[in-house]
């Protein structure tokens, strides 16, 4: 059963769809096959076998936010399920799942719809198209490490940091010691008239 210390389950899902281990909808959090369903309404849990076994509440908050608010698992899982069908059939699909969910036997809550570039960014980054997704936000580590490497890119001129401002606000480029010693040794370039008649003094 997941827990706080377990693996984020975006990242989850995507890896079990990679290794063509897809998971399934389950009606409690053990993983037993007498749990299993196919009918999304009455799932409560979404159990994974690969990369390792796990299983997450569908309620799970997930990393992709959608007009600003974090998506659910079980809506993520639904539309990976329907990333093959018509907008309308997956806005139909959606409203059926939704009264079964908040009928008598359902499991509650609510599946919320994507718009078209979210369903398609989502599918996107969930079947390895794409690494980035721009609804997805960062797990913590991955923005630290982003944020150290443009700093460390910045310091080392690598990313715009070839230049210093000093607190006069006039910049100072900054030129390696050996590529000064290569400018020192070349000679100035002269035309045909400064070969014949030789520099002027200035």
């Known amino acids: 059963m997941a827990d706080g210390g377990a ?3 975006l990242l989850t899902l995507r890896r079990s769809i990679a290794s063509n281990s897809p998971p399934t909808p389950t009606t409690s959090a053990e993983a037993v ?3 299993a369903t196919d009918n999304l ?4 849990h979404l159990y994974f076998s690969s990369p390792e076994p796990l299983s997450y509440p569908l309620s799970t908050l997930t990393r992709f936010i959608s007009s ?4 659910d698992l079980r809506s993520i899982y639904f539309a990976w399920q329907k990333k093959d069908v018509a907008i309308p059939d997956y806005i139909a699909s959606a409203q059926q799942l939704n009264e079964e969910l908040a009928g008598p ?3 509650g809550g609510k ?3 994507l718009v078209f570039v979210e369903r398609l960014d989502l599918i996107t980054w969930l079947e390895g198209a794409s690494d980035e997704s721009e609804y997805i936000t960062p797990l913590e580590g991955d923005a630290e490490k982003a944020a150290a490497g443009t700093a460390a890119g910045v310091a080392s001129g690598a ?3 070839s230049a210093t401002v000093p607190s006069s606000g006039r910049v100072v480029k900054t030129i390696d010691a050996r590529l000064q010693e290569i400018y020192n040794e070349e000679r100035p370039i002269a035309n045909r008239n400064t070969v014949l008649r ?3 003094p200035t």
């Open 68 to 71: 600003s608010n974090p998506v």
């Open 41 to 44: 309404a009455l799932a409560t």
């Open 159 to 161: 990313a715009g940091g």
């Open 7 to 9: 693996p984020d389950p």
């Open 111 to 113: 599946v919320q719809n």
């Open 33 to 35: 096959a007498s749990n």
């Open 198 to 200: 030789g520099f002027k």
């Open 105 to 107: 036997e359902g499991a």
